[in-house]
């Protein structure tokens, strides 16, 4: 069975029908704030600020992910 994919006009629609619309806004508010906060952090190699939020946020589900694998195996930090 071939691939098929999605793109275009027909993918905007489909995650329109996919996504709560309110959520949707209230996530592109709190984006557009934190990209604002995000722009005063330099960090030497001119990064920009959406990359460095999705580093961020990459850290911060790694970290929230390994403190859930320590607390199932009933890990304590000292």
């Known amino acids: 069975m071939a691939k098929v994919y999605t793109y275009g006009k027909e993918l905007v629609a489909e995650v329109e029908n996919n996504i709560d619309e309110y959520i949707f806004f209230e996530f592109l508010v709190a ?22 939020l999705m580093d961020y946020l990459s850290f911060k589900l790694i970290e929230e ?14």
């Open 31 to 52: 984006y557009r704030k934190l990209i604002e906060q995000v722009s005063n952090v330099n960090d030497g190699m001119g990064t920009k600020p959406h990359a460095l």
């Open 65 to 78: 992910r390994d403190e859930h694998f320590k607390n199932q195996m009933g890990v304590q930090d000292d």
